[in-house]
């Protein structure tokens, strides 16, 4: 069975820095890609970053760009986002999720619950 | 980047009737190794995260109700409730995974009416 658990939410004050953690389970993590996608309260879903399942490759959203940095240690299944010079309008819900699996990009069949990230001073 | 758009921001619709939410792409996201379009379309509630409903445009995801459908082509697609149920009430984002970054449409919200 597939899980996914974000942890490392919380309350950071703009500018200051955050790692969230993905752990991950009940497939073979070193197979799959991962995806962190974010949903600011009351709104949307964002695509914040991906990694590669080697953490060869990996690409960022332009809002992110520069400031948060995605990696992985397939040694322990879990993915992280490290997230610095954090902005009021980083502030959401955070969430890892898992491409079906396939040789094309592929949309998202397993999510974690998420984790929320408030920045504010 | 490629942008979604839905339409209609929100819909109330009675119990057992159909609803249909619209989705738009700026551009084109065929995929040309398998000739299908990138287009997924999710569910998400309340405190949840979303979940995957369709996904190529039309093909239901493991466990969804065939009372859900997917269907278009070039930029426009449509999700189909053919008759809605109470658990159904969620709002519903389009997602193109042609391209990163992966764009969602801005969302759906479903009702009763």
């Known amino acids: 069975q597939v899980h996914l658990v974000e942890s490392g939410g919380g309350v950071v004050r703009p500018g200051g820095s955050l790692r969230l953690s993905c752990a991950a389970s009940g497939f073979t993590f070193s197979d799959y890609g991962i995806y962190w996608v974010r949903q600011a309260p009351g709104k949307g879903l964002e695509w914040v970053a991906y990694i590669r399942f080697s953490g060869s490759v990996k690409y960022y959203a332009d809002s992110v760009q520069g400031r948060f940095t995605i990696s992985r240690d397939n040694s322990k299944n879990t993915v992280y986002l490290q997230m610095s010079n954090l902005k009021p309008e980083d502030t959401a819900v955070y969430y890892c999720a898992k491409p079906l699996p396939g040789d094309y990009p592929q949309p998202f069949d397993y999510w974690g619950q998420g984790t929320l990230v408030t920045v504010s001073s | ?113």
């Open chain 2, 1 to 113: 980047d490629i942008v979604m758009t839905q339409s209609p921001d929100s819909l109330a619709v009675s119990l057992g009737e159909r609803a249909t939410i619209n989705c738009k792409s700026s551009q084109s996201v065929l995929y040309s190794s398998n000739n299908k379009n990138s287009l997924a379309w999710y569910q998400q509630k309340p405190g949840q995260p979303p979940k995957l409903l369709i996904y190529w445009t039309s093909i239901r995801e493991y466990g969804v109700p065939d009372r859900f459908s997917g269907s278009g082509s070039g930029t426009d697609f449509t999700l189909t409730i053919s008759s809605l149920q109470a658990e159904d009430v969620a709002v519903y984002y389009c997602q193109q995974y042609y391209t990163t970054p992966f764009t969602f449409g801005p969302g759906t919200k479903v009702g009763i009416k």
